[in-house]
């Protein structure tokens, strides 16, 4: 992925959120650190930090942002950066865009200075030197202006009961919500971060409830922040996945809670009871499962058990067809009971229990793994072809068991079985298993195998997989790589670089084709934008004079695409 192209690898959606960044010039800050590696500073829902490294030619290496998203690869504030750095490559570049320059941009040259600003001061410098009284007057101003801040301080301090405490931090988070929601109660995506701050807040609280060992507390407020961010997510554009991640932190907190070691056991069963009263009250419901594992996890008394037992197969008897007496939910509360039973019944019984739900894929994936740890490839063998068998009509699992086997194979030297499942694996469109089976023959067996896969793949004309170009690449099939390439236009892109400089006459041919092609195609900005990163791939190619000829004949051919246009001026 290159500064030029990136738009072609990333998410639509994300590439119009990243544009109005950068246009808004929410871009604050971008410092070259190191040769080629840059850090930018982007003001988002708060003040973000983007690093990305690039090679000379302007390929991104790597680039990482330090905001919550997680949702894709890349985020708009990446995305915001990358138009940055694009945008100061470009406004370095000769003023006269028609043609290409004859000489090369020197490296001094190939990048402008990029704006930077003054650096925040630190808060705790202001404030370190100011008296009692000044801190409290600012404080007192701030909480009288800001409801949101009066809320937070008289949380921060709070010496009411426990139960007052809970009200108080759901109403903090109800009013952070409320304020940020439009007259109908929806959070839109960019209200989304300033929405969660009071769920961030009292997430602090639970820190310092722990360091306090006040656990139960501190169980009690994590359940109050799932509560709200679950009923939040009803209503609000949670595609950053910001939301989810608060409610992902509080069951996080939940289990540092129930593995503390100064947990007593009298604040193990208050916990156990919180937990269980949350399943059992139905108030956050979409999360029993989560919550009914925590339980399990510090159900250490039979009477804890019995009562986990209980809840357990009240979600079995649930009258929701769809989900509770869906294999996967059976599947779940299975492995639930199995931790039970592994922590507190020992090896035998547990092994025994996995045997006995051997019909749920989580469990015949322990009974595998057992087996493949003990050298039982026998076992192995068994477990995995009735899966197969079992899940026929689901090709993933089908795929898991089958890899299982190979691997068994694998490790008792069964060569003929291992080559079996690779040959059937790599006309699936494998390249990986191709390398595999590979690797179990000789240089000289070899000579006479890979014509007869090579010629099956063609028959079953499965040459538009992109097994079939790996396989060509890996085995120096240039001639047969370029008709392929013919075939397929588009493809030069990505194997131009195994036809130079053998076939150089023949690529630049196939890119001006495609180049054409795409041109006709093209309407709108971003297509525009694609067509130049072409051109640029074929100048990258050695097709300097080829891309400046069809450069020229784009514009004589669309002189009515006033945004066409502007894009070529910048090739």
Same mark, same amino acid.
């Given at each position: 992925?290159?500064? /030029?192209?990136?738009?072609?690898?990333?998410?639509?959606?994300?590439?119009?959120?990243?544009?109005?960044?950068?246009?808004?010039?929410?871009?604050?800050?971008?410092?070259?650190?190191?040769?080629?590696?840059?850090?930018?500073?982007?003001?988002?829902?708060?003040?973000?930090?983007?690093?990305?490294?690039?090679?000379?030619?302007?390929?991104?290496?790597?680039?990482?942002?330090?905001?919550?998203?997680?949702?894709? /690869?890349?985020?708009?504030?990446?995305?915001?950066?990358?138009?940055?750095?694009?945008?100061?490559?470009?406004?370095?570049?000769?003023?006269?865009?028609? *043609?290409?320059?004859?000489?090369?941009?020197?490296?001094?040259?190939?990048?402008?200075?990029?704006?930077?600003?003054?650096?925040?001061? *630190?808060?705790?410098?202001?404030?370190?030197?100011? %008296?009692?009284?000044?801190?409290?007057?600012?404080?007192?101003?701030?909480?009288?202006?800001?409801?949101?801040?009066?809320?937070?301080?008289?949380?921060?301090?709070?010496?009411? %009961?426990?139960?007052?405490?809970?009200?108080?931090?759901?109403?903090?988070?109800?009013?952070?919500?409320?304020?940020?929601?439009?007259?109908?109660?929806?959070?839109?995506?960019?209200?989304?971060? /300033?929405?969660?701050?009071?769920?961030?807040?009292?997430?602090?609280?639970?820190?310092?409830?722990? /360091?306090?060992?006040?656990?139960?507390?501190?169980?009690?407020?994590?359940?109050?922040?799932?509560?709200?961010?679950?009923?939040?997510?009803?209503?609000?554009?949670?595609?950053?996945?910001?939301?989810?991640?608060?409610?992902?932190?509080?069951?996080?907190?939940?289990?540092?809670?129930?593995?503390?070691?100064?947990?007593?056991?009298?604040?193990?069963?208050?916990?156990?009871?919180?937990?269980?009263?949350?399943?059992?009250?139905?108030?956050?419901?979409?999360?029993?499962?989560?919550?009914?594992?925590?339980?399990? +996890?510090? =159900?250490?008394?039979?009477?804890?058990?019995?009562?986990?037992?209980?809840?357990?197969?009240?979600?079995?008897?649930?009258? +929701?067809?769809?989900?509770?007496?869906?294999?996967?939910?059976?599947?779940?509360?299975?492995?639930?009971?199995?931790?039970?039973?592994?922590?507190?019944?020992?090896?035998?019984?547990?092994? =025994?229990?996995?045997?006995?739900?051997?019909?749920?894929?989580?469990? &015949?994936?322990?009974?595998?793994?057992?087996?493949?740890?003990?050298?039982?490839?026998?076992?192995?063998?068994?477990?995995?072809?009735?899966?197969?068998?079992?899940?026929? +009509?689901?090709?993933?699992?089908?795929?898991?068991?089958?890899?299982?086997?190979?691997?068994?194979?694998?490790?008792?030297?069964?060569?003929?079985?291992?080559?079996?499942?690779?040959?059937?694996?790599?006309?699936?469109?494998?390249?990986?298993?191709?390398?595999?089976?590979?690797?179990?023959?000789?240089?000289?067996?070899?000579?006479?195998?890979?014509?007869?896969?090579?010629?099956?793949?063609?028959?079953?004309?499965?040459?538009?997989?992109?097994?079939?170009?790996?396989?060509?690449?890996?085995?120096?099939?240039?001639?047969?790589?370029?008709?392929?390439?013919?075939?397929?236009?588009?493809?030069?892109?990505?194997?131009?670089?195994?036809?130079?400089?053998?076939?150089?006459?023949?690529?630049?041919?196939?890119?001006?084709?495609?180049?054409?092609?795409?041109?006709?195609?093209?309407?709108?900005?971003?297509?525009?934008?694609?067509?130049?990163?072409?051109? &640029?791939?074929?100048?990258?190619?050695?097709?300097?004079?080829?891309?400046? &000829?069809?450069?020229?004949?784009?514009?004589?051919?669309?002189?009515?695409?006033?945004?066409?246009?502007?894009?070529?001026?910048?090739?």
């Amino acid at each position: 992925m290159n500064l /030029e192209d990136f738009e072609n690898y990333i998410d639509y959606k994300i590439l119009a959120r990243g544009r109005n960044y950068f246009e808004d010039g929410r871009v604050l800050r971008v410092e070259e650190i190191r040769h080629n590696v840059y850090l930018a500073k982007v003001d988002g829902t708060k003040l973000y930090s983007v690093e990305i490294e690039l090679d000379d030619e302007g390929d991104i290496l790597d680039t990482v942002c330090d905001c919550p998203y997680d949702m894709g /690869e890349y985020c708009k504030h990446q995305v915001a950066v990358f138009l940055t750095l694009r945008d100061g490559r470009n406004e370095s570049s000769c003023e006269d865009e028609d *043609d290409f320059a004859d000489a090369e941009p020197s490296a001094a040259s190939a990048r402008r200075p990029l704006r930077t600003i003054r650096k925040a001061p *630190d808060i705790r410098e202001i404030l370190a030197p100011r %008296s009692k009284d000044e801190l409290v007057e600012c404080l007192t101003d701030i909480a009288n202006e800001n409801d949101d801040i009066r809320q937070r301080i008289e949380l921060y301090f709070f010496t009411g %009961s426990d139960e007052d405490e809970i009200e108080e931090s759901a109403q903090l988070i109800r009013a952070c919500i409320s304020r940020h929601s439009d007259d109908s109660g929806f959070v839109d995506y960019d209200d989304t971060y /300033e929405a969660a701050t009071g769920a961030d807040f009292v997430l602090n609280k639970i820190h310092t409830a722990m /360091e306090a060992k006040r656990y139960v507390q501190a169980a009690n407020l994590a359940l109050c922040v799932i509560r709200e961010m679950a009923e939040l997510l009803e209503c609000a554009d949670d595609s950053d996945g910001y939301i989810g991640t608060k409610i992902g932190e509080a069951f996080q907190l939940i289990g540092e809670i129930t593995q503390c070691e100064g947990l007593d056991s009298a604040d193990r069963e208050r916990i156990f009871s919180v937990l269980a009263e949350e399943v059992e009250s139905g108030r956050s419901a979409d999360w029993n499962f989560e919550i009914l594992e925590y339980c399990s +996890d510090i =159900a250490d008394t039979q009477t804890m058990r019995d009562a986990c037992e209980k809840l357990l197969q009240r979600t079995d008897d649930s009258e +929701d067809e769809t989900a509770s007496h869906s294999n996967f939910m059976q599947e779940r509360a299975g492995l639930i009971r199995y931790n039970m039973v592994e922590r507190l019944d020992g090896a035998e019984k547990a092994r =025994a229990f996995i045997d006995e739900n051997l019909r749920f894929p989580e469990f &015949r994936t322990m009974a595998i793994k057992s087996a493949m740890m003990e050298q039982d490839y026998a076992s192995v063998e068994r477990l995995a072809l009735d899966g197969e068998k079992a899940d026929h +009509d689901m090709r993933g699992l089908v795929q898991r068991w089958k890899e299982y086997r190979y691997a068994a194979y694998q490790r008792s030297g069964n060569r003929e079985k291992q080559r079996a499942i690779a040959t059937e694996f790599l006309y699936d469109g494998s390249f990986e298993y191709y390398m595999e089976l590979k690797a179990t023959y000789g240089a000289d067996e070899w000579r006479s195998v890979y014509p007869q896969i090579i010629s099956k793949l063609e028959k079953q004309k499965k040459t538009g997989f992109p097994i079939y170009a790996s396989i060509l690449i890996e085995e120096s099939e240039k001639q047969k790589l370029l008709t392929y390439v013919k075939g397929s236009p588009s493809d030069i892109e990505r194997y131009y670089a195994h036809l130079i400089p053998d076939f150089e006459e023949d690529v630049f041919d196939i890119f001006l084709q495609h180049i054409a092609q795409t041109a006709a195609q093209a309407s709108g900005r971003r297509e525009y934008q694609r067509v130049c990163a072409i051109i &640029r791939k074929l100048k990258k190619a050695g097709g300097k004079e080829q891309a400046v &000829r069809i450069k020229q004949e784009l514009l004589k051919k669309y002189p009515r695409k006033p945004a066409f246009r502007d894009e070529l001026s910048r090739v």
